[in-house]
């Protein structure tokens, strides 16, 4: 290592600093060390240097730098807080949306197992249309498949309904409960396409709220239906018809 | 992390440091300041993915250094000197003229440097990192910064014995 090799790493050495430790720097300071002009030439390079140094390290620091850094997280920590709460509450929100609309739409599609409920709907399948499961005039059979269905088949017929001519049965479903429709001809002349004209809706009494308790059948009009409802041994019946009081009662 | 290091600890602890080397290349105290803020700002943000505590001092200058280069990318286009593998070389400078410059004297000499010199230099002189470090810090080669160094040193010292220097892109050799 000649001198130009010596200050060339020299050049770069700090006293004091970690440079030292650097296994070339310390070759070339011991080297620089036995020759008294490159240690000159050191003395004068590492007063340089610090002079430098002390002057860069006095570049004054405005005093209120801290704390406006501080000041600035903190507001910037406010902020995070309040868009990481909208997020959250958006969330919350979709949660609560899928969760509670189809509760919501449930609720609205049924207003509950109430006995009004009950004759509204059961008018309304009998009004609107229905399809006859099976179609028979065979009372037994009629009880064997409501029963293999799991629907009400254990029911008493008043006696002037027992001599009604039967067209067949369906099993409907509320309140996620099952009625049996047993659907009788009154004789009258059907309208066309209409294969009875009087139907019996038969379900579990305890499936329907506030149902009436009375066993003396009581009548009311559901939009174009007369219907008479009962209980009878745990079970309400609701017997309907289109044509009218006068007639429903000859069936009671 | 460096656990148990809090934001305002870490503030006191650095901002000094911080400061000093953002003004050393701006030059001028709001910039300076909204960079050690913004430094400051990506640790909030980032700083729980350093894992070696021992490293955030270095975390530090490298983010403020990447900011004043994203920063100055945006305001223009330098152009790039690719300074790897040039010998050291050595200014003729008068020692008194150096210890009698003042920061401000420093400061402008340091702010005639090429781009490329500035950050190494002040570096060099605010802190105690080893070369390695302060490539780490600049994200270049060990063997780039030491020459960036002698090269900025030499202008700096220069510049400052108010001495014409000789372009810093021309090889050189050392002379006393």
């Known amino acids: ?252 | 992390m460096a656990d148990g290091l809090s934001f305002e600890n870490l503030v006191a602890e650095y901002y000094e440091p911080l400061y000093q080397f953002a003004f050393s290349l701006l030059r001028e105290e709001a910039g300076a300041c909204d960079l050690v803020q913004q430094t400051f700002c990506v640790w909030a943000a980032k700083g729980h993915q350093l894992r070696d505590g021992a490293k955030v001092k270095t975390w530090l200058f490298t983010t403020l250094h990447r900011e004043f280069l994203g920063a100055r990318r945006r305001q223009i286009r330098f152009p790039h000197f690719d300074l790897e593998f040039v010998e050291a070389e050595l200014p003729v400078v008068e020692p008194a003229a150096t210890s009698q410059a003042d920061a401000d004297r420093v400061l402008a000499a340091l702010s005639q440097l090429d781009e490329a010199f500035q950050a190494p230099v002040a570096l060099f002189y605010l802190q105690d990192y080893s070369y390695k470090e302060i490539a780490e810090i600049l994200g270049v080669p060990l063997g780039t910064i030491k020459s960036r160094l002698a090269r900025g040193l030499e202008r700096l010292h220069g510049l400052m014995a108010d001495k014409p220097v000789r372009d810093p892109n021309n090889e050189l050799s050392p002379n006393n």
Not at chain 1, 22 to 36: H, I, K, T
Not at chain 1, 70 to 94: K, N
Not at chain 1, 199 to 216: C, E, Y
Request: with cysteine; net charge positive.
């Open chain 1, 1 to 252: 290592m000649n001198r130009d090799d010596i200050k060339k790493i020299l050049w770069l050495y700090r006293p004091g600093s970690l440079d030292a430790q650097d296994p070339e720097v310390l070759e070339a300071l011991g080297l620089a060390r036995q020759d008294p002009e490159l240690s000159r030439w050191l003395e004068t390079q590492s007063r340089k240097h610090q002079a430098v140094r002390q002057k860069m390290r006095q570049i004054p620091v405005p005093a209120g730098l801290p704390a406006s850094i501080i000041r600035e997280h903190h507001v910037q920590q406010r902020h995070d807080f309040w868009r990481q709460g909208g997020y959250l509450l958006a969330a919350a929100a979709m949660v609560a949306l899928f969760i509670g609309l189809p509760v919501w739409l449930r609720a609205q599609r049924s207003p509950g197992t109430s006995f009004a409920n009950y004759q509204t709907e059961m008018a309304a399948v009998a009004l609107r249309g229905y399809a006859m499961e099976l179609i028979t005039n065979d009372p037994v059979e009629i009880r064997r498949y409501l029963k293999q269905n799991e629907a009400p088949a254990d029911y008493i017929l008043p006696r002037a309904l027992q001599e009604a001519v039967m067209a067949g049965c369906a099993i409907e479903s509320w309140q996620g409960s099952r009625a049996a429709m047993v659907c009788f001809r009154t004789g009258r002349t059907l309208s066309t396409g209409a294969q009875s004209d009087l139907w019996l809706f038969v379900i579990d009494q305890t499936k329907v709220a506030g149902a009436p308790g009375n066993s003396l059948p009581s009548i009311a009009k559901i939009n174009m239906l007369t219907v008479a409802t009962w209980n009878q041994g745990g079970k309400l019946y609701l017997l309907g018809t289109t044509a009218g009081e006068a007639e429903l009662r000859k069936f009671l």
